[in-house]
């Protein structure tokens, strides 16, 4: 086809985005797709790089994924694959990268194996992954007087991976703690009663919850009807996301504790306030963390292009490692060695602020305290080698 | 493990049987009548919740939100089954089963990218309506009241079909066109249109069923299938076409689970296959006298 | 009753001119052989695809056409057979030939377990227990992460170095597809075919011939199972990759479409089936969101205009020529 | 050859066969008669294996049958037409005897062999003998109901019985094709030496064909013997033959 | 009242009436005969449009009711009790009876049944699927008088009944025929049918093989032997 040229004269960089735009997980597929147009918008507008990019629904599936990955690269001949919300989709999607020699930014993948232990060189990803977050909580609740504790969750990779990592981070962290249990209930279950009456029996410190999308939703509705929080307190990371509160209205369950990688109205900051600005201009709504996620993808390629001064995927790789910018929650790095981006993370409880339902008592994790060390991912990588 | 604990799993279990009850109740009735493998049931099942949100946020997600939506939605997706009867189910009642099948699932796609399209892919969420928020107390544990509600309008939706097949003039013309449809056109009733009560009747089931788990659950794209999956089996087990059938297996899974979830509660995904494994294979042809 | 409702109408016997359709088969194998040479990479993955699709709803269509059995969830052999290749190659030190060799085969082992329990029952009870049975395999795959790495699925699976690239993928596709196809065209022309076929038409009659029916049927099932298990290996040849996604029960559904697309009364209906739904899905993927929306709406035109499927429609009007021909020495 | 004592089936209480006794000797034509729904096609199902009796025994060439599936049964060597037709509808008339001679052959599970040719000239043998073999490479449900009645007792004809039961061949049938089918009972019981047990209502055609006459009312067995017995019987006369007789 | 003329009707493809006439008058009692599979109960089946003849023409009181849905019939004034009877088997007595009483109204009541069949007050209850034949076959008729038909089609009514019930039954019709109603009769008894109709015809193959009045029909030996085999 036509190859668009941008100010500078560069041949334009094509991005084939695969992610899931039917079913109950488009909703954070729509909010990287629209944060990576916003970004695409402004680098254009500084006179940057052109960016272009065509999306393909994988619908959840990760053989559909992949299949829309070799199109994409294959018939569109893209130079660039990003996506996609579901990890194993990510995963699959990652393979064909790295067999390709075709860089892929993951935005909506959060299994920490994508740039854990099946990291390379050709992926990268613009999202806190489960490792992140299972440090993150782990350091949090290693803050609460909390010793036995329940796990419960969602039963697919992200909560099993959120879970295994907070766990493995608690047990280095605080001997003393103590696993009593764990529960899985099915993705899309939608009566929770069962599963919380029977792990109140149990009678925990803590429960803690790996869950996310609409199962968060449901959970937190069920965790307040039967007044869980009463007897025992619960942990459960973006719990106080927007995603989750707005549904929920005067519903919320206070006292919920949790972690979170960003809010419109968190960090309170210049950039941020002005990343808000845009996007709500744009697209007449608050951008949610997947709208960062797809921004800061948006951000790194086109000031890696810039950066590198070329169109080339070998050089601008080489430019995304280490690169640094400057993002709506400040500074974010890929990280060189595994190109997984580096952000701070907050975390906080459920509370009422001026009589509305919101975070109360937040805190921010620095990048450094929350990501898995090189030695882990070293780790890691030597054991799926062997 | 307390006997209290085990006590109010039951109940719990109990109520969650009920929500299933009154979804795969409808699909039964449409299973006996008109013989046809209602795919779209799932889909009319989560058009009800939304539906629900949308009648319950007009109003601002007061207190009559909810009872609103309850009257309301079940009678819109009621009418949308009757379209949908009246358009196209009723030109395919002599071809084969999978044919049926077939028409029924591409509704399942096109209703799926239609609620996508109305209503966007963000899941929503309504409120538990002002008087059934918080739990009772029982035996030292707790019960939602929203779950204690559902026990109490679980029997009352089966009396109230029990009193509809019973004890009405309709509900026994769809008894007999269940057992002989053809008869029912011989005696002078136009039986096409018993099906399509029943179909519609069918809808209002599978739309009160998303109504009422609308408040429980973030009402999202995907209830379709999770709730199919249930309904289907539970309907094959009671046996094919009997509602009460399908009454005991609601029961059985629901309360199977409740109780499952408290012993295995790590690989609760398995459990309602293996209910229905066990259940089918002891029982091939379901629990109660099927229709077929 | 429902035994009788259930899938098929009627056969078709040799309905195109033998010569003439070994001719066109002759002329597109030969075009199939050229065609990577003629087109860019993509469509011959697109191609292999279709190839392995279309032996999966084949394997289907020979419990669903010929045996008349309501089988709702195929897809769990098919993922078994993948599984089993993927988790070899990962985990264990064995060749790549036992890979090969034993994923089919246990696809074959699970059809004969899950058979064994269902072939008993009748109609939708029948389509009912497979569904269950599957979901259970599906269920035990999606938690047993220790083997099959939850629903993370296996990825980057290893393949033999002759096999890596788009072509020797495309081209051992096309051979196995072939041969398979040849297999199991001479097993429904077989006596088990015609066997199968009677069981299908009239179980009571078949049993008071002498036939076992539930045993015949479970062989069928078996076989089917077992080349499932075949297409679930190209699957890991072409993707490397597996997910739990290809056991659950919406994949085992788009199948049925397929058959259902193609005409189930038509050996090649399926194979045809197979390739329309992939085109379908990836050319309206190419322009919109919604491409289920407009599958759906195929799949409506389709029903109520074209019962028998796409092949099975186009036999039905040849027969329909063929006995208008005939009609004047048909008798009364 | 067929042995049957104290036979006792019921449906959901009804007592359809009640007490059944019936000795098919070696050669022989034997009818069962009586009233409709007297429970000769219950007997029939019950002989075959389609269904279970409740109690008694059935034995055949002494071995017991009771407990039998319908493929055992047939292995043993009991072929059967059915009352309603009950053919393999969407195959060729040569192939539904085709499957039949298959079966006995144990060749049913051949995998790779066309069946095309397989067994043919017996399958045409048998076809010939019907008079079928112009109809050979039509779809069966296109023929004539007369035709398709005489495939259904072909089809059972196919798996070469030592004895074979028939459940009123003629019902429905043209006088000259009713006269066929006497001929074809006879030929196959002379000339064959086949043990035919049948049951009719075309009670001239019984008296024609059948040696031995067994006389079923509500169930029960209330006559056996010869026909010129049974014609005189006048418990038989009540129940069954005065009924039907002259007005 | 009811002209039936050159109907062809088929089961799928088997050709099962061959261009079959006939007509029944107000008030008469007409007696379809022949042996087993001549095409009787599909002669039935084809007036009230369950088996639609392909060809042909079947008029009711100068209406043509030939494509007419079956449900429509009733409205029109013809009732039919098939011969396998059909009871609803899952409902009682009552209520197989209530549900095809008002459909058409007239002097047919639940009462007015009652009074014809004692026993189905009697069992008022009781499933339908639970009755023994002859009741079966008495709640079939009582149904279809439920429609209070000017015209009744009845297939069989004898079939499979004990002789002292066929007795009571033959009486109950003759009843029925006293009453001005027409009826056509299918049957294979040719004993009762004798005794039932003023007129009869027989079939053979699905044609009309000898039209004619009942005596005819005693007096001609040859047509009785060729047709009905006795
Ligand atoms: N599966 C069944 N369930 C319930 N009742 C049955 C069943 N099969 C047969 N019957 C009943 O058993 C009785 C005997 O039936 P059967 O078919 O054996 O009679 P028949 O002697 O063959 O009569 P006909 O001469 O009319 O063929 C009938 O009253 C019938 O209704
Ligand atoms: N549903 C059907 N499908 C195909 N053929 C049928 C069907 N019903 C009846 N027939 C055939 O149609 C012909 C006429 O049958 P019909 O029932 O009208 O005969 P009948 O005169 O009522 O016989 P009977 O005295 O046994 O009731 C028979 O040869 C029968 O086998
Ligand atoms: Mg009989
Ligand atoms: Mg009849």
Known sequence: GNTPTSSSGQKAVKVGIVDTYTGGASVYAKDSLDGFKLAVKEIEAKGGPKIDFVTRDDEFKPDKATSWAKELVMRDQVDFLAGTTNSAGSLAVSQYAKENKVPFIDWGGMSDKVTGADGHRYVFSTLPNTAIIGKAGAVQISKTPYKKIWFAGSDYEYGHSVINNLWSNLQTIDPGIQKMGETWWQVGETDFTPYINAIRSKKPDLLVVGTGGADMVAFMKAVKATGLVQDIPVWAHTCYDPATLRPLGDQAPIGVLGTNPYLYNYPDTEANKAFVAAFKKEYNREPAAFALYGYMAGQFLGQAIEKAGSTDKEKIIDALEGLTIDTPVGKATIRKEDHQVEIPMSYGVIGKVDGKIGAVDLHTLSADEIMPTLDDIQKARANTKK | ?292 | MSENNSPLVKTTQSKIPNLLGFGLAMIGIIILLFIPTMVPPYYSYLLATIFTTALLATSLNLVLGYGGLLHLHHGVFYGIGAYTVAVVMTKTTWPFAVAVILGPILAAVAALVIGWFCVRLRGLYFGMLTLALGQLVWAIVYRWNALTNGDNGIHAVPVPDFLTSINSVYYTTLLVLLLSLVILYLITKSPFGLTLLATRDNPVRSESIGINVKQHRLIAFVIAGFFAGVAGVLFVLIERSVAPSLLFWSKSAEILIMCLMGGLTVFLGPTLGAAILVLISMIVGLYTEYWLLVLGFLLLILVLFLPQGILGFVADKIQGQRQRGESSDAPN | MLQIDQLKKSFDGYQAIANANLSVPPGEVVAVIGPNGAGKSTLFNLITGHLTADSGSIRFQDTDITKCTPYQICHCGIGRSFQLINIFSSLTVLENIQTAVLARHRLERKLFKPAKRLLREETLEVLASFGLVRFKDQLCSSLSYGDQKVLEIAIALGSKPKLLLLDEPTAGMSPDETQKIVHLIKRLSQDEGLTILLTEHDTDLVFDVAQKIMVLHQGQTIAQGLPEDIRNDKSVQNAYLGETGVC | MLEIKDIHSYYGMSHILFGLSLNVAQGEVVALLGRNGVGKTTTLKSIMGIVPPKSGQITFRGQNITKTPTNRLVKLGICYVPDSRRIFSDLSVRENLEIAAGIRTGSWTIDKVHDLFPVLKKYENRRGGNLSGGEQQMLSIARALLGNPDLLLLDEPTEGLAPLIVRELEGQISELCSTGMSILLAEQNLKSALKLANRCYILERGQVRFEGTVEALSENEEIRTKYLLV
């Not at chain 2, 799926?112 to 107390?137: F, Q, T």
């Not at chain 2, 739309?207 to 249930?230: K, Q, R, W």
């Open chain 2, 1 to 292: 493990m307390d006997i209290a604990t085990l006590l109010n799993q039951l109940l719990i279990g109990l109520s969650r049987g009920m929500i299933f009850f009154i979804v795969a109740a409808g699909l039964t009735l449409i299973f006996g009548v008109l013989r046809i493998t209602n795919f779209a049931h799932g889909s009319l099942y989560m058009l009800g919740a939304f539906i629900a949100y949308t009648v319950s946020t007009s109003l601002g997600q007061g207190h009559y939100g909810f009872w609103l939506a309850l009257l309301v939605a079940p009678l819109i997706v009621m009418i949308i089954s009757l379209i949908i009867e009246r358009g196209l189910l009723r030109f395919i009642y002599n071809r084969d089963h999978l044919t049926q099948m077939l028409l029924t699932y591409s509704l399942v796609l096109i209703t799926g990218d239609a609620v996508k399209i109305i209503w966007g892919a963000e899941y929503k969420s309504m409120n538990i309506p002002a008087g059934l928020r918080g739990s009772i107390s029982l035996w030292g544990t707790s019960l939602p009241v929203y779950n204690a509600f559902l026990l109490f309008i679980g029997p009352l939706v089966a009396l109230g079909l029990w009193f509809f097949l019973a004890k009405t003039h309709l509900g026994k013309i769809c008894r007999a066109t269940a057992t002989d449809r053809e008869m029912v056109d011989i005696l002078g009733i136009n039986s096409t249109r018993v099906f399509a009560l029943v179909f519609a009747l069918g809808g209002w089931l599978a739309g009160l069923g998303g109504t009422l788990i609308a408040p429980t659950t973030a009402i999202s794209m995907g209830m379709d299938a999770n709730i199919l999956i249930y309904a289907f089996l539970i309907v094959v087990i009671g046996g094919l076409g009997n509602i009460w059938g399908a009454l005991i297996s609601s029961i059985i899974i629901g309360v199977g689970e409740a109780i499952g979830v408290l012993f295995i509660p790590s690989v609760s995904i398995v459990l309602p296959y293996i209910i229905a494994g066990i259940l089918l294979i002891f029982r091939p042809s379901g629990l109660l006298k099927s229709v077929w």
